[in-house]
Protein backbone atom coordinates (compact mmCIF):
# COMPACT_ATOMS: atom_id res chain seq x y z
CA UNK A 1 0.00 0.00 0.00
CA UNK A 2 2.81 2.48 0.96
CA UNK A 3 4.62 1.71 -2.62
CA UNK A 4 1.50 2.21 -4.27
CA UNK A 5 1.08 5.76 -2.73
CA UNK A 6 4.38 6.52 -3.47
CA UNK A 7 4.13 5.88 -6.99
CA UNK A 8 0.78 7.77 -7.23
CA UNK A 9 -0.90 5.03 -9.20
CA UNK A 10 -2.62 1.97 -8.76
CA UNK A 11 -0.93 -0.50 -10.79
CA UNK A 12 -2.31 -2.34 -13.68
CA UNK A 13 -0.54 -5.62 -13.41
CA UNK A 14 0.74 -6.40 -9.82
CA UNK A 15 3.22 -9.73 -9.08
CA UNK A 16 4.15 -9.71 -5.05
CA UNK A 17 6.60 -12.42 -4.08
CA UNK A 18 5.33 -14.49 -7.13
CA UNK A 19 6.00 -18.20 -7.14
CA UNK A 20 5.28 -21.54 -9.19
CA UNK A 21 6.65 -25.03 -8.76
CA UNK A 22 6.42 -28.08 -11.09
CA UNK A 23 7.88 -30.67 -8.62
CA UNK A 24 11.34 -29.48 -8.57
CA UNK A 25 11.31 -27.56 -11.10
CA UNK A 26 11.01 -23.61 -9.35
CA UNK A 27 9.49 -22.06 -13.11
CA UNK A 28 8.77 -18.23 -11.37
CA UNK A 29 10.77 -18.22 -8.20
CA UNK A 30 9.73 -14.86 -6.28
CA UNK A 31 8.70 -11.92 -8.52
CA UNK A 32 7.83 -8.82 -7.58
CA UNK A 33 6.37 -6.86 -10.43
CA UNK A 34 4.02 -2.94 -10.70
CA UNK A 35 3.09 -2.13 -14.04
CA UNK A 36 1.73 1.39 -14.90
CA UNK A 37 -1.44 1.69 -16.86
CA UNK A 38 -1.02 2.25 -20.33
CA UNK A 39 2.45 1.42 -20.84
CA UNK A 40 4.23 -1.47 -22.63
CA UNK A 41 6.44 -3.64 -20.50
CA UNK A 42 8.63 -6.53 -22.96
CA UNK A 43 8.97 -10.10 -20.55
CA UNK A 44 12.32 -11.15 -22.18
CA UNK A 45 14.37 -14.03 -21.47
CA UNK A 46 15.86 -17.20 -22.95
CA UNK A 47 13.43 -20.23 -23.30
CA UNK A 48 12.72 -21.58 -20.73
CA UNK A 49 13.11 -18.97 -17.87
CA UNK A 50 9.35 -18.80 -16.79
CA UNK A 51 7.91 -16.09 -19.32
CA UNK A 52 4.99 -18.57 -19.98
CA UNK A 53 4.78 -19.47 -16.54
CA UNK A 54 4.69 -15.61 -15.27
CA UNK A 55 2.17 -14.52 -17.36
CA UNK A 56 -0.07 -17.05 -17.19
CA UNK A 57 -0.23 -16.70 -13.18
CA UNK A 58 -0.79 -12.78 -13.91
CA UNK A 59 -3.73 -13.59 -16.25
CA UNK A 60 -5.32 -16.11 -13.64
CA UNK A 61 -4.91 -19.14 -15.95
CA UNK A 62 -2.56 -20.68 -13.04
CA UNK A 63 -2.88 -20.90 -9.16
CA UNK A 64 0.41 -19.56 -7.58
CA UNK A 65 2.52 -21.93 -5.26
CA UNK A 66 2.93 -18.81 -3.50
CA UNK A 67 2.85 -15.12 -3.76
CA UNK A 68 -0.25 -13.14 -5.54
CA UNK A 69 -0.74 -11.51 -8.57
CA UNK A 70 -3.03 -8.85 -8.66
CA UNK A 71 -5.11 -7.87 -12.06
CA UNK A 72 -6.65 -4.19 -11.38
CA UNK A 73 -6.36 -4.41 -7.40
CA UNK A 74 -7.94 -7.90 -7.50
CA UNK A 75 -6.24 -11.32 -6.57
CA UNK A 76 -6.11 -13.63 -9.11
CA UNK A 77 -7.44 -16.05 -10.50
CA UNK A 78 -10.63 -14.15 -9.82
CA UNK A 79 -13.79 -15.24 -12.41
CA UNK A 80 -15.41 -11.60 -12.72
CA UNK A 81 -11.66 -9.87 -13.96
CA UNK A 82 -10.68 -12.53 -16.46
CA UNK A 83 -12.93 -10.66 -18.40
CA UNK A 84 -10.18 -7.74 -18.11
CA UNK A 85 -7.89 -9.60 -19.09
CA UNK A 86 -6.85 -10.49 -22.64
CA UNK A 87 -4.77 -12.88 -23.64
CA UNK A 88 -2.65 -14.59 -26.72
CA UNK A 89 -0.92 -17.70 -25.77
CA UNK A 90 2.09 -18.93 -27.27
CA UNK A 91 0.63 -21.95 -29.09
CA UNK A 92 -2.63 -21.44 -31.20
CA UNK A 93 -6.17 -21.45 -29.75
CA UNK A 94 -8.34 -21.87 -32.93
CA UNK A 95 -10.49 -24.20 -33.93
CA UNK A 96 -9.65 -25.13 -37.81
CA UNK A 97 -12.70 -26.57 -39.02
CA UNK A 98 -14.83 -23.24 -37.96
CA UNK A 99 -14.71 -20.13 -39.97
CA UNK A 100 -13.17 -17.19 -39.14
CA UNK A 101 -16.35 -15.65 -37.95
CA UNK A 102 -17.25 -18.72 -35.72
CA UNK A 103 -14.11 -18.46 -34.08
CA UNK A 104 -14.17 -15.22 -33.14
CA UNK A 105 -17.95 -15.41 -32.57
CA UNK A 106 -17.02 -18.36 -29.72
CA UNK A 107 -14.79 -16.21 -27.99
CA UNK A 108 -16.73 -13.06 -27.82
CA UNK A 109 -19.37 -15.01 -26.74
CA UNK A 110 -17.01 -16.44 -24.11
CA UNK A 111 -16.81 -13.20 -22.89
CA UNK A 112 -19.96 -12.26 -23.31
CA UNK A 113 -19.63 -9.77 -25.91
CA UNK A 114 -22.95 -9.27 -27.64
CA UNK A 115 -23.84 -8.16 -31.13
CA UNK A 116 -21.26 -8.15 -34.46
CA UNK A 117 -20.44 -4.39 -33.83
CA UNK A 118 -17.29 -5.50 -31.49
CA UNK A 119 -16.52 -8.61 -33.98
CA UNK A 120 -16.54 -6.44 -36.62
CA UNK A 121 -14.30 -3.71 -34.98
CA UNK A 122 -11.82 -6.58 -34.01
CA UNK A 123 -11.42 -8.02 -37.85
CA UNK A 124 -11.00 -4.82 -39.41
CA UNK A 125 -8.27 -3.84 -36.89
CA UNK A 126 -6.21 -7.28 -38.05
CA UNK A 127 -7.65 -6.86 -41.87
CA UNK A 128 -9.78 -9.93 -41.77
CA UNK A 129 -12.88 -8.39 -42.40
CA UNK A 130 -13.22 -9.55 -46.07
CA UNK A 131 -12.11 -13.26 -44.87
CA UNK A 132 -15.43 -13.74 -42.23
CA UNK A 133 -16.96 -16.57 -43.95
CA UNK A 134 -13.32 -18.44 -44.88
CA UNK A 135 -12.55 -21.80 -42.29
CA UNK A 136 -9.80 -21.32 -40.18
CA UNK A 137 -7.66 -23.89 -42.26
CA UNK A 138 -7.18 -22.05 -45.59
CA UNK A 139 -5.89 -19.19 -43.63
CA UNK A 140 -1.88 -18.64 -43.75
CA UNK A 141 -0.22 -18.65 -40.87
CA UNK A 142 0.09 -14.58 -40.70
CA UNK A 143 -3.57 -14.41 -40.98
CA UNK A 144 -3.90 -17.22 -38.15
CA UNK A 145 -1.89 -14.79 -36.16
CA UNK A 146 -4.18 -12.14 -37.36
CA UNK A 147 -7.29 -13.06 -36.18
CA UNK A 148 -5.63 -14.91 -32.58
CA UNK A 149 -4.92 -10.97 -32.11
CA UNK A 150 -8.44 -10.06 -33.41
CA UNK A 151 -9.93 -12.84 -30.46
CA UNK A 152 -7.45 -11.60 -27.77
CA UNK A 153 -9.22 -8.11 -28.72
CA UNK A 154 -12.63 -8.23 -28.73
CA UNK A 155 -13.92 -7.63 -25.51
CA UNK A 156 -11.60 -4.59 -25.63
CA UNK A 157 -9.88 -5.83 -22.32
CA UNK A 158 -7.67 -3.17 -19.84
CA UNK A 159 -5.16 -5.30 -19.59
CA UNK A 160 -3.12 -7.42 -22.48
CA UNK A 161 -0.85 -10.52 -22.04
CA UNK A 162 0.91 -11.54 -25.66
CA UNK A 163 3.15 -14.45 -25.20
CA UNK A 164 5.33 -14.33 -28.16
CA UNK A 165 2.59 -12.69 -30.26
CA UNK A 166 5.25 -12.59 -33.22
CA UNK A 167 6.77 -15.96 -33.78
CA UNK A 168 6.68 -16.61 -37.72
CA UNK A 169 4.73 -14.09 -38.08
CA UNK A 170 6.81 -11.62 -41.13
CA UNK A 171 9.30 -8.36 -40.51
CA UNK A 172 6.04 -6.30 -42.34
CA UNK A 173 2.84 -7.79 -39.96
CA UNK A 174 5.51 -7.69 -36.93
CA UNK A 175 5.57 -3.80 -37.82
CA UNK A 176 1.45 -3.86 -37.87
CA UNK A 177 1.38 -5.73 -34.87
CA UNK A 178 3.34 -3.04 -32.92
CA UNK A 179 1.36 -0.39 -34.65
CA UNK A 180 -1.49 -2.00 -33.05
CA UNK A 181 -0.30 -2.39 -29.59
CA UNK A 182 1.19 0.96 -29.60
CA UNK A 183 -2.17 2.43 -30.13
CA UNK A 184 -3.96 0.23 -27.74
CA UNK A 185 -1.44 1.29 -24.83
CA UNK A 186 -1.81 5.26 -26.03
CA UNK A 187 -5.83 4.33 -25.25
CA UNK A 188 -4.94 2.94 -21.82
CA UNK A 189 -4.57 -0.65 -22.01
CA UNK A 190 -1.21 -2.04 -20.33
CA UNK A 191 0.05 -4.35 -22.26
CA UNK A 192 2.72 -7.30 -21.30
CA UNK A 193 4.87 -9.36 -24.35
CA UNK A 194 6.90 -12.00 -23.94
CA UNK A 195 9.36 -11.95 -26.89
CA UNK A 196 13.05 -13.07 -26.91
CA UNK A 197 13.32 -10.76 -30.13
CA UNK A 198 15.43 -8.16 -29.18
CA UNK A 199 14.39 -5.95 -31.74
CA UNK A 200 11.19 -6.21 -30.53
CA UNK A 201 12.24 -4.90 -26.96
CA UNK A 202 13.30 -1.09 -28.24
CA UNK A 203 9.40 -1.00 -29.33
CA UNK A 204 8.46 -1.21 -25.33
CA UNK A 205 8.42 1.40 -23.04
CA UNK A 206 10.34 -1.08 -20.18
CA UNK A 207 11.96 -4.21 -20.12
CA UNK A 208 11.65 -7.06 -17.67
CA UNK A 209 14.65 -9.74 -17.71
CA UNK A 210 13.83 -13.34 -16.37
CA UNK A 211 15.97 -16.02 -16.30
CA UNK A 212 15.74 -19.27 -14.43
CA UNK A 213 12.04 -17.68 -12.76
CA UNK A 214 13.84 -14.45 -11.56
CA UNK A 215 13.86 -10.69 -12.39
CA UNK A 216 17.39 -10.56 -13.24
CA UNK A 217 17.54 -6.32 -14.77
CA UNK A 218 14.61 -4.09 -15.46
CA UNK A 219 14.39 -0.50 -16.88
CA UNK A 220 14.00 1.11 -20.10
CA UNK A 221 16.23 -0.11 -23.24
CA UNK A 222 18.34 2.77 -22.39
CA UNK A 223 18.93 2.28 -19.15
CA UNK A 224 19.42 -1.47 -19.21
CA UNK A 225 22.19 -0.68 -21.76
CA UNK A 226 24.21 1.52 -20.26
CA UNK A 227 24.22 -0.58 -16.95
CA UNK A 228 25.32 -3.02 -19.22
CA UNK A 229 28.17 -0.63 -20.26
CA UNK A 230 26.79 -1.87 -24.24
CA UNK A 231 25.06 -0.15 -26.72
CA UNK A 232 23.56 -3.61 -27.77
CA UNK A 233 20.87 -4.97 -25.87
CA UNK A 234 21.11 -8.46 -26.50
CA UNK A 235 25.04 -8.08 -25.21
CA UNK A 236 23.28 -6.52 -22.09
CA UNK A 237 21.29 -9.20 -21.98
CA UNK A 238 24.25 -11.84 -21.72
CA UNK A 239 25.90 -9.49 -19.24
CA UNK A 240 22.55 -9.39 -16.70
CA UNK A 241 22.43 -13.53 -17.35
CA UNK A 242 25.89 -13.64 -16.20
CA UNK A 243 27.26 -14.88 -19.84
CA UNK A 244 29.73 -13.73 -21.92
CA UNK A 245 29.33 -12.94 -25.57
CA UNK A 246 29.16 -16.19 -26.50
CA UNK A 247 26.71 -17.30 -23.97
CA UNK A 248 28.77 -19.66 -21.76
CA UNK A 249 29.11 -18.62 -17.94
CA UNK A 250 31.51 -15.42 -16.83
CA UNK A 251 34.43 -16.59 -14.88
CA UNK A 252 33.25 -13.50 -12.21
CA UNK A 253 30.29 -15.20 -12.32
CA UNK A 254 27.45 -12.01 -12.01
CA UNK A 255 27.12 -9.64 -14.38
CA UNK A 256 25.98 -6.07 -13.13
CA UNK A 257 24.24 -5.32 -10.49
CA UNK A 258 20.46 -5.18 -11.54
CA UNK A 259 19.92 -3.09 -8.72
CA UNK A 260 22.17 -0.50 -10.22
CA UNK A 261 19.65 0.04 -13.13
CA UNK A 262 17.32 3.75 -12.48
N1 LIG B 1 2.84 -27.55 -16.85
C1 LIG B 1 4.15 -27.73 -16.59
N2 LIG B 1 4.59 -28.86 -15.97
C2 LIG B 1 5.90 -29.03 -15.67
N3 LIG B 1 6.86 -28.13 -15.98
C3 LIG B 1 6.49 -27.01 -16.60
C4 LIG B 1 5.12 -26.74 -16.94
N4 LIG B 1 5.06 -25.53 -17.55
C5 LIG B 1 6.32 -25.06 -17.59
N5 LIG B 1 7.18 -25.93 -17.01
C6 LIG B 1 8.63 -25.74 -16.85
O1 LIG B 1 8.82 -24.48 -16.24
C7 LIG B 1 9.95 -23.82 -16.80
C8 LIG B 1 9.53 -22.50 -17.40
O2 LIG B 1 8.75 -22.74 -18.57
P1 LIG B 1 8.02 -21.60 -19.37
O3 LIG B 1 7.29 -20.74 -18.41
O4 LIG B 1 7.24 -22.23 -20.47
O5 LIG B 1 9.27 -20.77 -19.96
P2 LIG B 1 9.38 -19.81 -21.24
O6 LIG B 1 8.01 -19.38 -21.61
O7 LIG B 1 10.27 -18.69 -20.78
O8 LIG B 1 10.03 -20.62 -22.33
C9 LIG B 1 10.56 -24.81 -17.80
O9 LIG B 1 11.55 -25.53 -17.13
C10 LIG B 1 9.38 -25.68 -18.17
O10 LIG B 1 9.81 -26.95 -18.58
MG1 LIG C 1 6.96 -19.45 -23.38
Redesign the pocket.
Known amino acids: MNARAAVGFEPAVEAIGLR?H??P?H??DGIDLAFTPGRIYGLL????????????LLAGLARPSGGEARILGLTMPDRPTLGKVGYMP?AEALYPDLSVGENIGFFAALQGVRGSAAIDRSLDLVELGSRKGAPVLELSGGMRRRLSLAVTLVHEPPVLFL??PTVGVDPALRVQFWGHFRKLADAGTTILV?S?VMDEADRCDELVF?RA?RVIARGTGADLRSTAGTDNLETAFLRFAGLDDAGRPLDAGRGPDPEAAP
Open positions: KFGIAVGPNGSGKTTLIRQDEAHVG
